[in-house]
């Protein structure tokens, strides 16, 4: 985690995914647009929350997985 220098969590909003809080949280904190941002999750309700907050968003079907397979040594 220290790698990020803004994270979002459940205890952060009040209204959980599938609503797009989150979302807009952290578009605000970036002061960004929907088109400048991308949202990728592992469960369909993250396609929905995506969706609901109007960004890009894409579903890779085991995360951990993937980014294991092509994280740089």
């Given at each position: ?46 396609i929905l929350t995506g969706d609901n907050a109007g960004v ?17 040594n």
């Amino acid at each position: 985690l220290d790698k990020f220098d803004f994270i979002v969590g459940r205890e952060d909003v009040r209204r959980w995914k599938p609503e797009p809080e989150g979302l807009i949280v952290i578009k605000n904190h970036y002061g960004i647009e929907n088109d400048e941002m991308l949202y990728i999750g592992d469960m369909k309700k993250d396609i929905l929350t995506g969706d609901n907050a109007g960004v890009d968003t894409y579903l890779i079907d085991d995360l951990i997985e993937y980014v294991k397979a092509h994280k740089e040594n």
